[in-house]
Every structure is written in C-alpha cells, then in structure tokens.
C-alpha cells in the first residue's frame, strides 16, 4: 500500500515536470609549479599533458585492481567470489575503454609530433613516458574490451579451478578450461600483431621481425624481448649446463646427505622470522605487508600498498614459507623502489617486466639467499627462536646443504638451483608449441613426460606430478616462463657486479646488513622504472648485455666449487 | 645510453608511421531469457534498458568502493593511506560522471514517459527502480564532481583527524577541519536544492516543502524523511521520556548495584564467542566476516561480502566488543538480506537508508540482546568459555542489570537505552544549527555544554568529553544523528510487531532460536529494498505509521517494570 503524500515528495513529476539538466563536468587539467612531481606537471604539449591525465586514472584503475586482487586471495570471504570477479573484470574494461578512447589515440599523434618537432622540450623520462603511452595504446587498440575482460576474469577462474584439479589430480576436467584459455590468448595475440604495422612481407618471421603469435605473448610479460634471444640464451646456456649437472651429482655423492629438519616449528614463530628478514633486506612495513592465504604465493600491489602473499606456513618445515617470504620480498623491494614520487600511476613507473622482477626475487631466494654467509647470520637466531641450541638440523652448514642439495625431481617449485633451468626450458617449449598450434593439448602429458624425460631425467607418475602442477597457464600466464631462467641469469649477472662494487659484500650479509645492498638495487635498478631497456640498464651497471655465463660461473662455484 | 636496434622495436615510428586507430567499443546491452534476473533483463523501454547497464556499473564500482573501504581500516598499510583516499576519490568522480552523463539525463525523461505512457509494462519493481534512478541523478546533477570527490576523501581523511583530536583533546586543530566539512555540505546541500524545482514561492519553507539546507543533508541519509517530521517524533516522545528518566532513576537507587566485570576475558575468547553470536543471530560468514580494526566499528560492503569492522577487543570488558558485533551484525543481517539476485547492483535493491538500518542494529543491539531471556541463553556458554562457572559476574541476572543500568553520562556511545535519545536530540539541534548558519563553531562548546546540563543533566569536562568525541561531522555525516533515535523507534515498534506474530518469541531467544526471527527481518524488510517508503513498510507490518509511542512501552516495560 502506498502512502501518496510521500510519493508526490519523492516522485516530483507533474504533467509539465522536467527533469533538470546536469551540470557540465570538466575534465581535470595539470597545472605548472616549482615543486611539482613530474607526473602532475603541465608540459609544453598540451596533447601529452590531456595523456598524462588520462594515463594517471588508468594506474589508478590499475591500483585498485591490485588492492582487489590481494583482497581476493586473504581477507575476502568465499561466497563472494563471483561477485569479485565481475568487479575486477568491470575495472580492466573500464581502464581498457580509457586508453583505446579516440582522444587518446589523436592525443598520441599530436605528442608524438611535438616531441619529433621540438626534442628540446623533451627529457629521457618524458620520452620515455611517452613511449610506454604509445606501447600500452598499442597493446591495446585492436583487442577488443570483451577479450580483455574475459581474460581478467579467467585468470582469477583459473586459480580457483587449478587448485581444484590439482587436488582432484583430473586432467580431463583441466583440458576444457585450458583450451579456453589457449583460444582466448591466441585471439589476444592475433589481435596485437594486427595493430603492428608490418616492415616488410608477411607474418612468417622471414623478414627479420618475429610475428609469431607466442613473441606478443612473450613480449606482454617481457617488453623488449624475443623469442630469437630466449633461444640463443638457452641454448648457450643448456649446452654448458648439461654436462655440469652430472658432475655435480657426482660431487654431491661423496658429501654427507644433510640433516632433514625436524620437530615443530610453530606457524606463529615462522611469520615473525619471515617478517624480520623481510626487514632485514629493506622491505617497508609502513607501505606493505606479509599476508598469509591457501592459494599459492604471489605479490603484488603499488610502492605505497605493497603486499606480499605466502602460502600457510607448514609447522613441519620452515624453509618452504622462508624461501616464498624471501622470493616475494625480492619482487617487493621492486615494487617498492619505483619511481612513486615523480611518477606515480605513470607507464613509464612500471616495473621492467617479469624477468627484471624475478631477477630481484631470484637474487634475495636464491642467491644471496643460499649464501654461507646468509645461514651463519640465520642459524643462532633459528635456534634461539626454535628453542634449539645445537640442533643438528638447524646449524649454518646444515641449512646450506640442504639448499644447495641438488636433486632432480619432477616438481618445478621445488626444484634445486641447477635443474631449475631445465624446468623452465621444457615449459617454454612446450607452451611455444601450444600457441604456435605445433601441439594439442591431448598430447601434452606425453610431449611432457618425453622432454622431462629428456632434459632432467624423471618422469611424472600423474598429472599432479606433470603438466597439472602449475597454476601460470590457468590463469592465462603465456610466455612467462622464460622469465624465471632469465631472471636467475640477471641475477648472477647483477650479483657479479655488486661483488665487484662492494668487495665486502659477504661479510655484510654474515653480519645481516643488506642497507648497501637495497640502496644499491633501488638507485641502478627500482628506481629507473621504465626509463631505459634491460639491456641498457644491464651495461650500465655490468658492463655488458644479458649473458648466460655469470650464472654459469656462479652455479660452477656454489655447486662444483670451483672459483 | 641507449641500444638503437632495441628502440627502433619500440619505437615503430618511421617517418610515414601512423599509430593505428582504436576498434569501435560497443556498449554492453541487456538481453531477456525466461530465468533471467531482472537486473538483466531487457525492458520494453530501450531508455530504462541502457539505464540498467549504466547502473549496473555504477553499483559495481560502489561494491569496489565498499570493499576498499574496509580494507582500508583492516588490512591496509598506513603509509597507503594517501593513494587510498586518491583512489577512492578517483572512482567517486567516475561514479558521479557516470551518473550526470547527458545520455542518463535524456534516457529517464524517455523511460518516465514509457512509463507514463504504458503503465501496464510496468511492475512494482521496475517502476521502484526508476524511481530510485531519478532519485540518485537529481542527488548529482547540480553537484559538481570535485564536490563529491572532495567529500569522499574527507571522509575517510576526517576519520584519521578525528582520532588525532580526540586523543590530544585539541578542539582548535579540530575547528579548521570541521568548517571545511561543514562549508563542504553546506555547498552541496545547496547545490542539490538547485536541483529541485520549487513547488511555489522560495526557500523559506512556508509554501510547505521544507527547503533548508539541513532538509537535503537529511534526506541523503533517510529518504523520505523530513526535518518537520523529525521534530514531531522527537518533540512527542522527549515529553514522555522526561518524565520517566527521573522515575528510572529513582527506582534503580532501591536494587543492588551489578557487579563489576572482573579479571581477564580473553581477545581470542571474545572473537570466538562475537563470531558465534553472529551465527547465532542468522550471519553467513560464506558472505561476510567480522575483522578487527584501530578505528571506530563500522560495516559495508556488499550482500556477497558484508564485513563487519569493531574495535580489537579490551580483555578487561567482553561487553563492549559483545555490543559492537551485535551491533553491526544487525546492519550486517539487513546488508546480507538485501534483493541481490534479481537486483544486485541496482538502485532499487539499497537498503532504505540510515533510520532503517539502524533499526535492525539497535533491534537486535539494544532490544533483544538486552533481553533477560538473551543474557539466559548467553551467561552458563560464558561461564563455559570465561572458566567461571558461578562466577558473580556473568551470572544472567548481573548481565541484565549491567546492560540495563541507568547511567547519564557525557558519552554517548557509553548511554544506556534511556538516556540515548536525549543524546541524539542535542546533537540533532546542535548540527542543524550549524548547517543553517544559526551556531558557529567557535559557540558549539558552550551550546554544547548547556544543552547536555539541560537534557542529561551532565557537562563535559574537556572537548574530548564533549564535541571532540563523534566522528560523525569528522567524516561527513551530518544529517545522520537522528537516525539512531528514530531507528531506536522503529526498533521497539518492530519488536512489539514480532511479539505479536510469535508469541512465544521469548522463549525462543531463551533458546538462542534466532532463525524464524531474522526469516521474518529478511522477508518483511531486507528483501524489499527501497519498493516502498519506510511508512508503507511499518504500516504493512505494525499497521501504523512510525510512532515513538512503542518504545515508550517498552522504555516503561523494561526500566520501571510496567506491562
């Protein structure tokens, strides 16, 4: 029943009733100042300044999204899930209609023309601001807004459903969900090499150019690379390390096997230790934190609001939630160290892409990590926090063995420093292959058994223990493995390079002091965001491009102690 | 320096290179199925159609907003809380833009005259809807952006100022903030009324519609209510309530004080015991949580994830965190019940605004937790969790008098049930006052004082004791204080409702038998969302109209023992 006097307030319709019109809403503009943070400042190109605008909602866009995104993973209760994804997916088709809008694109051309007409007015990170602009428009401007949505939405779908059949071990329910996602990424591809103007000829590569559908794969995840460089890099590097594998393993024989870990080692105790090594390498509690969430780890966020997410420590083994606080504090300092002041929310803030962000991962996890020096400094205080003085299991030399013990096995997460390159090389070329339509996804299993078979010499006895167990291609993560070798090869590189710059570098992570180390990391690498390409950064601090022998140098002395 | 063949891949521009041009983006459409949602269904009306779609995302990016603002209080970083507020700022003006967009405008006229015109394609809850779209845009129209975006970072910055002021007790670093706040909803207000269209005469109020600045403040929060309205429920029922206060206390003076609560109650334990009330109380933890945080309580969010934010707990009182959570969990019950399938997202599937919400908060709050029937549920489970069996203090009778205890004081998150209105009605005058120009801030303290000497019959002895200690006007709400009196009303007249449709009601609750009780909530108020006017709803529930004379009843009932 309806009370009427009420409804003529909210209802202030009569028969010549109209509707006011709304007010005209200005688009905001920068202005000039003194003291004025690049990203805020107007530029003599007023079309770059309307960019600089429109740039600055997309990484806000993009900002939330990440909030969202580690809110799904650790605070966000289940039921919510669906909901979730349509949020997520509703932001990424906003932020795509952004920057494909048709101002953007005659934006693009006007700065574009100005720079060429008036390089004066122009510095290295204005230009280079542009260029991410005009990189992202591209990636962008032919792939339509549903594509994209539906690959945001798929790719939180697919955690939840990789997780599922990985505990049901069902390849068969897999396969559906995994050829949607191969289909969806190939018209992704397809739809980028159509905005790319051609040199010369055609799509075959035979012109020098690399139109193959997995290079705009690769390249979303690695601006700057080919696959032509993936492969000179591996094969250098596979023909080396396969004839040391062997040669380790014998080593490692006539060594004593270590000490497993034993007893309990409380979930509690473990994340304070976790969170004091994260303070320990220069991680900001103020402007991050440590999460803990049943999915696998990953990271994410912006300088200001940097999450890292680990898996549920297991009171069992202290080392696994150690190795993934130090893997995610690596990506954290990363992000942490970008340019956030002067260029918030700008492209040209970002990160260099996944294999710069795995080499800082790998270079905390894995090398500095795996340090002597690193388990003298950790081991009094494990024993102190673990009520253990003397345990066998816990004494720096034991640590060391037992992750410096090299062990082929069919599991890529646990995987020892020398065979995870093996891992990597067999993913990238059978994802290739997937993409490329050289291999079905029903002969996968077999494909993959014969190359693990081939390249470390163990085969999986289920689907869990072979193409099931990684979570990067459910959640639409092509041409990403290639990041993880890389990156540990920018790492050995990089490493080098801080021995030759601080020659006490050992004695400072003996005595767990990494402020020389985060300082040095954050100016030559965090804080250039996307100012210059990888290999230019790399000369610039090694004095040469990325190579693959630093790491071999480094694995031929860790692993065959050799100098 | 710079490797040029590395650029020239980059940079793809060669003297004749034109960027390529962006793909057509078309906007989603709706389509009709035979089980489709009516959020997703086409409408004969192609304007009330496009409406939906533009909703639809309006409602998402509020959904986005919510679940940013409690993480916001949770799990944030405090060094994020600057790119925070810029965040949500930035998706307040998307949201605005999106609602004042010329095409809204056009597209209501068109659907009102459909309307109009074929009256028979229209059911209730289409014709709701539209309704509630009008209502939102002509909340916008004349507001400019900036406005809104200002009031959506002021709020939640005004949240971490009030917490600065109130614990330095510095009323003059308070002044420049709140006369921002208040010349802020003083230009909105303003700016809303230009929006609607005199029935006659001016803004004086004497043509009968009440065009006060205070008038749409109010109105944002309870639609459909009126400043004239308030005055009359308030002036009725502060007659009575003087009267019986001093009766109150009187007889109170005659029983045994209650005992303190003593010795340790647990964090944990009370998380525990919080969240089972929850479940008791009918709460989906599938959908929602309860978190902890260092601000005020406060709960958001969405049907699919309502959280439910109270203050960690103090181990000396299980009371007050009890109080919180029973508090939020009956907004979180309304939250949870609201119409989401078929209207999830759109406009008609709010709630009815801040009088009813806190109907539900202070039913399950104020009138049956303070149930002595609850407290017999409640005191042996205690005794159980709190090891304290025949422990005076959490005996059920001693809970009941705790919570039942008469007490004027100068703070009102700490008023008992009877002198809680007295609370309301001196900031309802004091904040009106104001807005309306009639009270500067440099006079609140001494109008403040006197009316808490008149009405209470106490005095602050500092700002925090006085108008240092809501975060109310801090963050925005003015216009909000009545609703807790009113809702306290709705409350008792609801109850005395569910008295009569179960009369064994009592028993129930004895029982901790909660499910018929928020069955009928979900039915006969959360799944209506805004179909109708509050006083629609009370009549079809209670057969009246809101009156303050039921919780008079029960004032009596319960504080002087009267049937």
Redesign the interface.
């Known amino acids: 029943?309806?009370?009427a006097s009420?409804?003529s307030?909210?209802?202030?319709?009569a028969a010549a009733?109209?509707?006011?019109?709304?007010?005209h809403?200005p688009r905001p503009v920068l202005s000039s100042g003194p003291d004025m943070p690049k990203q805020d400042a107007r530029h003599p190109s007023e079309a770059y300044s309307r960019l600089k605008v429109r740039f600055r909602?997309v990484g806000?866009?993009s900002?939330?999204i990440e909030?969202?995104g580690?809110?799904f993973l650790?605070?966000?209760?289940?039921?919510?899930y669906?909901?979730?994804l349509?949020?997520i997916s509703?932001?990424f088709r906003?932020m795509?209609?952004d920057l494909?809008?048709?101002s953007?694109?005659e934006d693009?051309?006007e700065a574009?023309n100005h720079e060429t007409s008036f390089p004066g007015q122009w510095d290295e990170w204005d230009r280079a601001n542009l260029?991410e602009m005009?990189?992202l428009?591209?990636q962008f401007?032919?792939?339509?807004?549903e594509l994209w949505e539906k690959k945001a939405s798929m790719s939180y779908e697919g955690r939840r459903v990789h997780r599922e059949v990985l505990a049901a071990n069902d390849w068969e329910a897999a396969k559906d969900f995994l050829q949607e996602q191969i289909d969806l990424h190939k018209a992704i591809a397809s739809a980028r090499r159509s905005?790319?103007?051609r040199s010369s000829g055609n799509d075959s590569g035979h012109d020098g150019e690399d139109r193959s559908l997995y290079q705009y794969l690769l390249e979303e995840h690695m601006?700057?690379m080919?696959v032509a460089e993936v492969e000179r890099l591996f094969d250098g590097y596979e023909k080396e390390i396969e004839q040391i594998i062997p040669a380790v393993l014998e080593r490692q024989k006539k060594s004593q096997p270590p000490v497993p870990l034993r007893g309990h080692f409380a979930p509690e105790a473990q994340l304070w230790i976790n969170k004091a090594l994260l303070k320990v390498i220069g991680f900001?509690?103020?402007?991050?934190?440590l999460?803990e969430t049943g999915h696998n780890p990953v990271e994410g966020g912006?300088p200001?609001?940097t999450?890292l997410v680990i898996k549920t420590a297991d009171s069992r083994n202290f080392l696994d939630s150690m190795k993934s606080t130090l893997h995610e504090g690596g990506h954290g300092l990363y992000i942490q160290g970008l340019p956030r002041k002067e260029w918030?929310y700008q492209p040209v803030a970002a990160d260099l892409g996944a294999m710069v962000q795995e080499s800082q991962a790998l270079l905390v996890e894995m090398i500095i990590g795996r340090m002597p020096e690193f388990f003298a400094f950790l081991s009094p205080r494990l024993e102190g926090l673990f009520q253990g003085i003397g345990d066998p299991d816990l004494q720096a030399g034991n640590l060391y063995a037992l992750k410096t013990h090299v062990q082929p096995t069919v599991d890529r997460k646990n995987a020892d420093e020398v065979t995870y390159f093996q891992h990597v090389l067999v993913r990238f070329y059978l994802e290739r292959d997937l993409i490329e339509g050289r291999l079905t996804l029903d002969d996968l299993p077999d494909a993959w058994a014969e190359k693990m078979q081939k390249y470390i010499g163990v085969v999986p006895k289920t689907p869990a223990e072979g193409c099931l167990q990684d979570v990067h291609w459910f959640v639409g993560k092509f041409g990403y493995f290639p990041a993880y070798a890389l990156g540990h090869m920018m790492a050995a590189q990089i490493y080098q390079a801080m021995e030759r710059d601080f020659p006490d570098i050992r004695s400072q992570v003996l005595r767990g002091r990494f402020d020389q180390i985060s300082t040095w990391l954050r100016e030559k690498i965090h804080s250039q965001g996307r100012l210059?390409?990888y290999?230019?950064l790399l000369?610039?601090i090694t004095g040469e491009?990325l190579s693959w022998k630093p790491l071999l140098t480094h694995i031929q002395r860790r692993y065959l102690k050799l100098s």
């Open positions: 029943m309806r009370i009420f409804f307030f909210w209802r202030l319709r009733h109209r509707l006011p019109e709304p007010a809403v909602d806000r866009m900002g939330v909030a969202l580690r809110d650790t605070a966000m209760p289940e039921g919510a669906k909901s979730r349509g949020q509703f932001l906003r795509h209609e494909i809008d048709k953007v694109y693009l051309e574009i260029r005009e990189a428009y591209l401007c032919h792939v339509a807004p905005a790319r103007p601006p700057g080919t900001d509690f103020s402007r991050g934190g999460y912006t200001d609001d999450r918030r210059i390409h290999n230019a000369k610039d491009e």
